[in-house]
Every structure is written in structure tokens, then in C-alpha cells.
């Protein structure tokens, strides 16, 4: 049977999307592995969104809460909002309760990607104030570390990212993830999709 591996993911403009894409691209690297983007609910009204300049919602399916058990490993997204995740992703998170009650996520690695609009914007902090949801979930956390190599040493070029996962900087909007910061998300996939299946065969 496949292993099965979730990308579920907030994209306010577009920036953690992309990064979910080759994350996506990553996991399915990975013989027998099979890899699904999810949307979490937006909390916003269009017209909100529409005042914001947030371009229309892509075809990805929303997720429910319930449809995260299927799942072996799990990766998450979302862009920060003051050095933490966005509301539209706590939200979602908070809607688990029933699976955190009866722990039906403990266990089931995990990952965390995400976009900050500056450098000095929460590159760290959001993943890391972020680790508790999955903590209390019983969720194994899975950093990259520095397996990305050379790339995570990069000074010559503005990269998003960290050894808690891949990120962008999303500056006002007009800057897209870079060539580099799209390679550290292929690497994100690829890594934790190795490690879900490793996990689930010693299951």
C-alpha cells in the first residue's frame, strides 16, 4: 500500500502554494509514495480579499479535520502573520480538537514550510511557535536540518528558509519564490516522504 503524504497549506497571494507544489513534486520523488495538496477554510469574505489584491482561491480541495488521518505524514503551510502562523491556518488547526482528543494524529510525522513578507519577519519564529500545535497532537516533528546542504549556506542570493523547514520572503507581493527557495521545498518533499515511508514500514 502507498504511502500517503499530505500537503495542506494557507496561501493568502500565492507564495506558500507555490512551495506546496514542489513540495508535492518532492514526495512523489520517492518510490511508493503518494503525495496530495489540501487548502485549509478561508475565514475572510471575497470582499475583504478583494480589498487585499488576494488573487482567487486555486482548484486544490479544502481539507476537513477528519480527512488528516488518513494521511502518514503530514506537511504544513502558511504565510506568518507577526512572527506566527496565519489566523485562516490556526483556525483550522483549532477545528481538530476531536482528532486531538482521541490522538489520532500522535505519531505521524510532520513538517512545517512558510512565507514571511521581510527577512527579519518570523523565518524561525512561525515554524517554531508552530511546533506546539503539533506537539500537543502527539505529531513527530521533522525538520530538515541542514540535509539541504550547500543551499542552506547561501549568502550571495536572499533565500527564505531555515533547518525548521523551506520558506520564501514574500516582500510586498511581487517577489516569488526563487529558484533556490522552490529546490529547498523539492528537498522538504523528498526528505519527509523518505522518512514517512521508513516510519510506516517499521509500523
Do not use: C
Not at 5 to 31: N, R
Not at 109 to 135: C, D, H, K, R, V
Amino acid at each position: 500500500m502507498a504511502t500517503k503524504v499530505y500537503i495542506v497549506y494557507y496561501s493568502t497571494y500565492g507564495h506558500v502554494e507555490k512551495l506546496a507544489e514542489e513540495i508535492k513534486k518532492g514526495a512523489e520523488s520517492v518510490d511508493g509514495v503518494e503525495a496530495k495538496l489540501w487548502q485549509v477554510p478561508e475565514t475572510l469574505s471575497h470582499e475583504v480579499l478583494g480589498k487585499m489584491g488576494a488573487p482567487p482561491k486555486s482548484e486544490v480541495p479544502i481539507i476537513t479535520p477528519n480527512e488528516l488521518v488518513d494521511a502518514d505524514g503530514i506537511i504544513f503551510g502558511f504565510p506568518t502573520r507577526f512572527g506566527m502562523m496565519a489566523a485562516q491556518f490556526k483556525a483550522f488547526i483549532d477545528s481538530t480538537g476531536g482528532l486531538w482528543r482521541t490522538q489520532a494524529l500522535a505519531g505521524k510525522p510532520a513538517g512545517i514550510f512558510y512565507s514571511t513578507g521581510s527577512q527579519g519577519g518570523g523565518q524561525e519564529t512561525t515554524p517554531l511557535t508552530a511546533i506546539t500545535q503539533l506537539t500537543h497532537h502527539g505529531m513527530i516533528f521533522v525538520p530538515i536540518g541542514y540535509t539541504f546542504g550547500a543551499g542552506m549556506f547561501e549568502m550571495e542570493q536572499i533565500k527564505g528558509g531555515s533547518p525548521y523547514g523551506a520558506g520564501t520572503f514574500a516582500g510586498d507581493g511581487s517577489r516569488q519564490p526563487s529558484e533556490l527557495e522552490l529546490g529547498q521545498a523539492f528537498h522538504q518533499g523528498k526528505y519527509i516522504a523518505g522518512i514517512t515511508k521508513k516510519l510506516k514500514g517499521t509500523a
